[in-house]
């Protein structure tokens, strides 16, 4: 059976582009309860765009729409050079629930780790994990990553600890 085209494409904030990524978001509603204690916001997919980690330009922030067969499935954040010069900061890597659990995440997320080896003077990936989306854990660990650490994380309403992970790509 042929396999079907799976891609990233780097996203630019058009308007379609984030009502294609709030879609995106709105069809995985258990990360956001998991994470947040409530469904997806109205706003969460333009705030993907403009969100930026402290002291970042715009210019090392990327988000990438994860396409099937030219259909948007899922999506990714990340941040270039934080906390510093030689790491990358894995934002979110989300897929609509009904694409999840296919294989499709560990796709999107070897693409990605293709795309990052290229960017010149980065040797590591880093994310966090919430406690309280711990059933991502297993994923991470097949994909490479390594626990660090574990630390409070308070947002809003939530209260849990974020499990800091990465991964050397040299
Ligand atoms: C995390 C996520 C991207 C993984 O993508 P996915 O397509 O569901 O995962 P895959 O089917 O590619 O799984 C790859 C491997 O990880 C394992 N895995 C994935 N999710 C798992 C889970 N919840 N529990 C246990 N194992 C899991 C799979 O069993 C598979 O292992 P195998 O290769 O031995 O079969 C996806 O589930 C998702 O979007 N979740 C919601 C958003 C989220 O929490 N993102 C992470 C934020 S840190």
């Known amino acids: ?3 079907e085209k799976l891609e990233l494409k780097i996203l630019e904030g058009r308007e379609g582009e984030i009502s294609e990524v709030q879609r995106v978001l709105e069809e995985s509603p258990n990360y956001f309860i998991n994470v947040s204690g ?17 002291g970042k330009e715009f210019q090392d922030k990327f988000v990438f729409g994860i396409y099937l067969n030219n259909y948007m499935i899922g999506c990714i954040d990340l941040c270039r050079g934080f906390p510093n010069a030689s790491t990358v900061t894995l934002g ?3 897929l609509s629930e009904n694409h999840q659990r296919k294989g499709l995440g560990a796709r999107a997320y070897k693409k990605l780790e293709e795309t990052v080896k290229g960017w010149k003077n980065i040797k590591k990936i880093r994310i966090g994990v919430l406690v309280s989306n711990i059933e991502v854990l297993p994923f991470w660990k097949k994909m490479g990553y ?14 849990t600890e974020v499990i800091t992970l990465d991964k050397s790509i040299d």
Do not use: V
């Open 1 to 3: 059976m042929k396999k």
């Open 146 to 159: 390594s626990e660090k650490g574990r630390k409070p994380y308070k947002h809003g309403d939530t209260e």
């Open 92 to 94: 979110l890597l989300l």
């Open 38 to 54: 409530d469904f997806p916001s109205s706003e969460d997919g333009k705030e993907l765009f403009s969100a930026i980690a402290p």
